[in-house]
């Protein structure tokens, strides 16, 4: 394989993602652009575009495990370029990927690495997943209970520090105690000492 320079790269990318090219012929240049050492900025963005194009294009085909490949690309990517937002934007495919399929597990390491990047956009996004994991983990101890009481998860207070299910703490119904970390809530959330 002959060594590509940023000039032709960006032109393999700008001949790949034309419509109606196949998804092979654009994963071949990605990994002949992936070689690559010294992107320029054009050239990141163009790539990023293109691991973008690639994952959502196997997520449409419904080959979940190559999407998730190319959003795992995308957030090593912007780990490598130190991009939060290009990590952030490969967790929250994965993410979305994961509950499509109903893969609880995942999506919890996926919202845990999200926690890792310190990022605070689509932050309400990120609790909705969060609680969607807690609900299933609910949900599946009382599956093996033999009955689930879906009025009970939805009156469920939540802890806001780690998203576990609260209960009622000392002091009457006013408080809330999550077993889970140990700390006692208002019915607003707030932390009481």
């Known amino acids: 394989m002959?060594?590509?320079?940023?000039?032709?790269?960006?032109?393999?990318?700008?001949?790949?993602?034309?419509?109606?090219?196949?998804?092979?012929?654009?994963?071949?240049?990605?990994?002949?652009?992936?070689?690559?050492?010294?992107?320029?900025e054009e050239l990141q963005e163009k790539y990023f575009q293109l691991l973008a194009n690639l994952g959502s294009s196997h997520e449409d085909?419904?080959?979940?495990?190559?999407?998730?490949?190319y959003f795992k690309k995308i957030y090593n990517f912007g780990l490598e370029t130190e991009d939060k937002m290009r990590s952030e934007f490969g967790l929250i495919m994965?993410?979305?990927v994961y509950l499509g399929i109903d893969d609880y597990e995942n999506l919890d390491r996926v919202c845990k690495l999200n926690d890792s990047l310190a990022s605070n956009s689509g932050i309400e996004l990120w609790n909705i997943w969060k609680t969607v994991v807690s609900s299933n983990r609910i949900i599946s101890k009382k599956k093996k209970s033999g009955?689930?009481?879906?009025?009970?998860?939805?009156?469920t207070f939540w802890c806001p520090t780690c998203g576990d299910p609260m209960e009622g703490g000392p002091g009457g119904n006013r408080r809330y105690l999550c077993p889970s970390c140990g700390q006692l809530f208002d019915p607003n959330g707030n932390a009481v000492n």
Do not use: C, H, P, Y
Request: no cysteine.
């Open 2 to 40: 002959t060594k590509l320079d940023n000039f032709q790269a960006l032109s393999l990318i700008e001949r790949v993602m034309k419509d109606g090219v196949a998804i092979k012929t654009r994963a071949d240049a990605e990994v002949k652009i992936a070689a690559i050492t010294g992107k320029s």
């Open 94 to 96: 994965s993410a979305g």
């Open 147 to 155: 009955w689930v009481d879906f009025l009970d998860i939805a009156t």
């Open 61 to 69: 085909n419904k080959d979940v495990q190559s999407a998730l490949l």
